[in-house]
């Protein structure tokens, strides 16, 4: 396992993670949710999971 800090602020990894949060939210829109509330569960669930 390879343990990437700060992803969204590396050049490597920023693109492709900003890609592919934004298909997914947009999946999300698809469905009738509300991606906005979906992201800022997801971020809540991430920021717990912090050691």
Do not use: R
Request: charged share 25%; glycine share 6%; with cysteine.
């Amino acid at each position: 396992m390879i343990d990437i800090p700060d992803p969204l602020n590396d050049p490597q990894w920023k693109g492709s993670l900003e890609a592919g949060t934004k298909k997914y939210l947009n999946d999300v829109a698809a469905l009738g949710l509300d991606p906005q509330a979906v992201y800022e569960k997801a971020k809540e669930a991430s920021a717990a999971c912090k050691v």
